[in-house]
């Protein structure tokens, strides 16, 4: 097995940009080593699979969602008007379209990854040993695979999942709301990215961290010791999470991802 050299990837801005480029860095690695590849298809179909389904009920729905968001007296203050009093409408509708389009996508997001944590979690647990083990040139820990073990694991990805989404509906539902409202909008708005992004860290991070046997608040401890390169980390994965759906089909890059993220900060908190 060839191993893969470990750093630190720093704290401040340095560390930061730095995490940004693990999104990217997991792709490439997965992309070159051919002897991960077996385990990182299967969670890959599953995900694929959650992609076609959301994407259909997106289709679906984004009319139901438009007329929601569309007030009915609105369409009656301006019923019978002459078009130069009517101007606007086509740009306000183009907003609304583009609102109920952010809101499906990010329904979405957040479905998908909250039914692929629990449907694809073990297989994710199991690409993130296979990594770790190539990337330190370590082999893998030597345990029992049964029916026992195998659904175990299951139980304790699934429960690590719902944990994660409960955490996030604590905030992200308040700072989703204050987004909307005037004046503190831009607030919430930069609340939710910075929030999303943290999410996304601790959710493609956790394969490694849940193998570990770790608490949340364990977790989240290691998170706020890590926090230049766990935010970058989680902003480049939103960035790339904006490109609806991709994120999902490239879930088992972005565990890869937090996989070498956790080693590369670990083995410099051994060392030091």
């Known amino acids: 097995m060839s191993s893969t050299p470990l750093s630190h990837p720093g704290t401040g801005v ?21 002897d991960a590849w077996p ?11 959650i992609v076609l389904i959301l994407a259909l009920a997106m289709i679906s729905q984004f009319d139901a969602v ?25 740009v306000a509708n183009g907003l609304l379209g583009f609102v109920a389009g952010v809101m499906l996508v990010g329904a979405s997001i957040l479905g998908g990854l909250l039914v692929g944590a629990i449907l694809a979690g073990p297989f994710h647990e199991k690409l993130s040993e296979v990594v770790e083990s190539i990337a330190t040139g370590q082999p893998p820990p030597d345990e029992p695979i049964n029916l026992r073990t195998l659904s175990k694991d299951a139980y304790r990805a699934m429960a690590s999942a719902v944990q994660r989404l409960l955490l996030f509906s604590v905030f992200y539902i308040p700072l989703l709301f204050v987004s909307f409202l005037p004046v503190v909008g831009l607030v919430g708005v930069a609340g939710t990215l910075l929030y999303s992004a943290f999410f996304l860290a601790l959710n493609f991070s956790d394969p ?65």
């Open 66 to 90: 438009f007329a929601w968001l569309q007030p009915d007296a609105l369409e009656a203050a301006v019923e019978g008007l002459p078009w130069w009093k009517t101007f606007w409408r086509p």
């Open 39 to 49: 385990y990182a298809l299967l969670p890959a179909l599953v995900n694929g699979a």
């Open 14 to 34: 340095a560390g930061f940009l730095r995490g940004a480029a693990y999104p990217l860095r997991g792709i490439r690695w997965l992309v070159s080593h051919r």
């Open 208 to 272: 490694a961290l849940e193998r570990r046997k770790m608490p949340t608040r364990d977790k989240l401890s290691w998170a706020r010791g890590a926090l230049a390169p766990w935010m970058g980390f989680g902003a480049g994965l939103l960035g790339l999470m904006l490109i609806p759906l991709l994120g999902l089909v490239l879930a088992p890059a972005f565990v890869t991802a937090g996989t070498l993220l956790w080693l590369d900060v670990d083995s410099a908190a051994e060392a030091s």
